[in-house]
């Protein structure tokens, strides 16, 4: 099966900064989607960003964007103008065309 | 927007008791359902992956006999936790997606709470 991996259990950022969240993935497969979720604590899951595998520019929302390295199986948030509300745990996902995984997730804190 | 609506969202139960949790998509043809259970602090691991009309796939060390999950229709699954146990009690999330390669994005619920005394 595939794996996703967030090796960043907890990140912090200054609001209006910047910082860039990690994830990897492990497949065997060529077509694929990749996703960046948020969950704050109401537990509702919000999605941030996507990316087809088989794009190659790296999608972007707002101040949202990814870093999508397919070789690599690298698959980074990053997340400009850092705001209060941004705080949350963020999942890494991956899509196939039978399930979809996440990895352990980044509790992101923004302080004031 | 596609709104997948999940309910119960909370409730606890007796032990030995089953309760059943109903996942909906609301503006939206569900081919794919998805159940997934968190632990506190933890990540969603996925149970099982459902397609209407199709018998669901389990993940390897779920039980289907415990976790009884239905896709009768492309509008509604449901997922029913029999013989419910304390060690059952966790958050169950539902997401739905519909078909085709530009519809990959997966729609959530908002989640159950179960707590089994």
């Known amino acids: 099966a595939q794996t996703v991996t967030q090796s960043q259990p907890e990140m912090s950022v200054q609001e209006a900064e910047t910082v860039t969240l990690s994830c990897t993935y492990d497949t065997s497969e060529s077509d694929y989607y990749l996703f960046w979720y948020k969950q704050p604590p109401s537990r509702q899951m919000i999605l941030v960003i996507r990316q087809e595998a088989y794009k190659q520019q790296n999608a972007t929302e707002n101040r949202f964007s990814v870093n999508f390295q397919k070789a690599a199986k690298s698959f980074s948030l990053k997340i400009s103008d850092s705001q209060l509300g941004d705080a949350a745990m963020y999942f890494c996902?991956?899509?196939?065309?039978?399930?979809?995984?996440f990895g352990a997730g980044t509790r992101l804190t923004v302080k004031p | 927007g596609a709104v997948v609506s999940q309910h119960p969202s909370w409730v606890i139960c007796k032990s030995g008791t089953s309760v059943k949790i109903e996942c909906r998509s609301l503006d939206f043809q569900a081919t794919t359902m998805f159940w997934y259970r968190q632990f506190p602090k933890q990540s969603l691991m996925l149970m099982a992956t459902?397609?209407?009309?199709?018998?669901?796939?389990?993940e390897q060390g779920v039980e289907k006999d415990k976790f009884l999950i239905n896709h009768a229709s492309l509008t509604l699954s449901t997922l029913t936790v029999t013989s419910a146990h304390p060690e059952d009690s966790s958050f169950y999330i539902c997401?739905?997606?519909?078909?085709?390669?530009?519809?990959?994005?997966?729609?959530f619920g908002q989640g159950t709470r179960l707590t089994v005394v």
């Open positions: 996902a991956y899509r196939s065309s039978y399930d979809m995984r």
């Open positions: 997401s739905a997606s519909r078909s085709g390669r530009e519809n990959t994005e997966a729609f």
């Open positions: 459902s397609n209407e009309g199709s018998k669901a796939t389990y």
